[in-house]
């Protein structure tokens, strides 16, 4: 798959993944497909489920510029800040060159960097971990405790990750979903879903004060290895943060889609 190509793929695996997730949150939510924009917006407190994101492939620089601005506009009108997720390889190189400049004068800034990554999965044992039990989640109960992770790794209040998840009928049967425990208490998590296709991996996260103990690894590999066995897909994709990044190269995850989040000045 060439560059280009792959970063479609990312891009496209957003549209879909998102679409589902943010319907399931709520079935009223902002979901829309403007020319040159994607909407997945919940307006709720978890700011991962308030996304927009750039569609058009070799934009540009005036179309990038307009479509910045559009973005902006949609996410002033909501009530929860979220993010617009930019895929740097779908911009003419030109509209690259000058995106700085752009972003600034849409009165967006850059937030955190991503990267997209994709994997085609080769037959793996049932992953295992010494410290760690594997438990589905399948209740609200679990639920919260996933929500909880993510807020807490991702530096959100706690209620922020509970708005976004508990309750989501989605995430109890048709995600591949998993806590890590460590002596009963849930430490790390990691979830697939089938999105057109990919094994899309989702909301990876393991409380700060047991990280680099190979949690989230061994979390996403078991993920992974309960999606692929119920759906035999083999293709996978992820949207990596920095603190993710070294942890799926490692399952065999090549990053192949540079990211920007933005978020809105003031």
């Given at each position: 798959m060439s560059d280009l190509a792959d970063s479609i793929e990312s891009m496209e695996q957003l549209v879909i993944a998102w679409r589902a997730m943010i319907l399931d949150r709520d079935s009223e939510a902002?979901?829309?497909?403007?020319?040159?924009?994607?909407?997945?917006?919940?307006?709720?407190?978890?700011?991962?489920?308030?996304?927009?994101?750039?569609?058009?492939?070799?934009?540009?620089?005036?179309?990038?510029?307009?479509?910045l601005v559009e973005a902006a506009e949609i996410m002033r009108a909501k009530d929860y800040p979220g993010f617009l997720w930019l895929f740097e390889d779908l911009l003419q190189d030109e509209a690259r060159a000058n995106l700085d400049d752009a972003i600034e004068r849409a009165g967006l800034k850059h937030a955190f960097p991503g990267t997209g990554m994709a994997a085609d999965l080769s037959p793996m044992p049932e992953p295992a971990h010494p410290d760690l039990t594997f438990v589905r989640v399948t209740t609200d109960e679990h639920l919260r405790d996933y929500a909880d992770l993510n807020s807490r790794a991702y530096g959100f209040p706690l209620e922020a990750g509970r708005d976004g998840l508990v309750g989501c009928a989605r995430w109890k049967n048709a995600v591949y979903a998993y806590l890590g425990l460590r002596d009963g208490v849930p430490v790390t998590?990691?979830?697939?879903?089938?999105?057109?296709?990919?094994?899309?991996?989702?909301?990876?996260?393991?409380?700060?004060?047991?990280?680099?103990?190979?949690?989230?690894?061994?979390?996403?590999?078991?993920?992974?290895?309960?999606?692929?066995?119920?759906?035999?897909?083999?293709?996978?994709?992820?949207?990596?943060?920095?603190?993710?990044?070294?942890?799926?190269?490692?399952?065999?995850?090549?990053?192949?889609?540079?990211?920007?989040?933005?978020?809105?000045?003031?």
């Amino acid at each position: 798959m060439s560059d280009l190509a792959d970063s479609i793929e990312s891009m496209e695996q957003l549209v879909i993944a998102w679409r589902a997730m943010i319907l399931d949150r709520d079935s009223e939510a902002d979901v829309r497909e403007l020319p040159g924009i994607a909407v997945r917006w919940a307006d709720c407190q978890f700011p991962f489920w308030n996304c927009v994101t750039l569609t058009e492939v070799g934009a540009r620089p005036e179309v990038v510029e307009q479509r910045l601005v559009e973005a902006a506009e949609i996410m002033r009108a909501k009530d929860y800040p979220g993010f617009l997720w930019l895929f740097e390889d779908l911009l003419q190189d030109e509209a690259r060159a000058n995106l700085d400049d752009a972003i600034e004068r849409a009165g967006l800034k850059h937030a955190f960097p991503g990267t997209g990554m994709a994997a085609d999965l080769s037959p793996m044992p049932e992953p295992a971990h010494p410290d760690l039990t594997f438990v589905r989640v399948t209740t609200d109960e679990h639920l919260r405790d996933y929500a909880d992770l993510n807020s807490r790794a991702y530096g959100f209040p706690l209620e922020a990750g509970r708005d976004g998840l508990v309750g989501c009928a989605r995430w109890k049967n048709a995600v591949y979903a998993y806590l890590g425990l460590r002596d009963g208490v849930p430490v790390t998590c990691a979830a697939t879903v089938d999105a057109g296709g990919c094994l899309f991996v989702a909301l990876v996260a393991t409380a700060p004060e047991w990280e680099r103990r190979g949690y989230g690894e061994a979390v996403t590999r078991k993920a992974l290895y309960e999606g692929a066995a119920a759906t035999g897909l083999t293709r996978a994709t992820l949207h990596a943060t920095v603190a993710g990044a070294p942890v799926y190269p490692r399952i065999g995850f090549k990053p192949n889609s540079p990211m920007r989040f933005l978020s809105l000045k003031g």
